[in-house]
């Protein structure tokens, strides 16, 4: 981990606390969601598939769509870990910072800051943490096979 990962900074800490690896696989989170919810609202049908120069004709798109399935949950997965280690991280460091200096160099953080600034961490972490994780729940759902 690169050292100003783990430094106490607190415009670093209050800046965003997800790490560079959390913010990729969020990304391809939500990528691989965003094709698996457009596969199923566009009704997409894939007859072939072109890898690597060679063409592979589907015969059963059902595996497609369990294939699929794995991949968003596999980064779903990955994101849930790697959030919730960096979500407590950073209130670890939080904590400390707060024990030993004001959040802010040269100003103490005053009860009403301090309720502001814990409301715009808490929106944050939903929007960095909570939305991702639904969205990938919905790319989830939308692959499952109608009975």
Excluded at 87 to 111: D, K
């Amino acid at each position: 981990m690169p050292s100003d990962e783990r430094s106490d900074d607190p415009l670093r800490v209050l800046s965003g606390f997800l790490t560079e690896t959390t913010r990729h696989v969020r990304r391809t989170l939500l990528a691989v969601s965003t094709v698996a919810i457009a596969s199923k609202v566009l009704d997409v049908h894939v007859k072939t598939l072109s890898l690597l120069g060679a063409t592979i004709e589907i015969t059963n798109e059902r595996w497609l769509s369990h294939g699929l399935f794995f991949v968003v949950l596999y980064f779903w997965v990955m994101f849930v870990v790697y959030a919730f280690s960096d979500v407590h991280r950073s209130r670890n460091a939080l904590t400390r910072i707060t024990r030993r200096q004001s959040l802010l160099p040269g100003m103490a953080l005053e009860y009403r800051d301090s309720r502001s600034a814990s409301l715009l961490l808490g929106f944050r972490g939903l929007l960095d943490v909570i939305l991702p994780m639904v969205y990938g729940i919905v790319g989830m759902v939308a692959l499952v096979p109608k009975a």
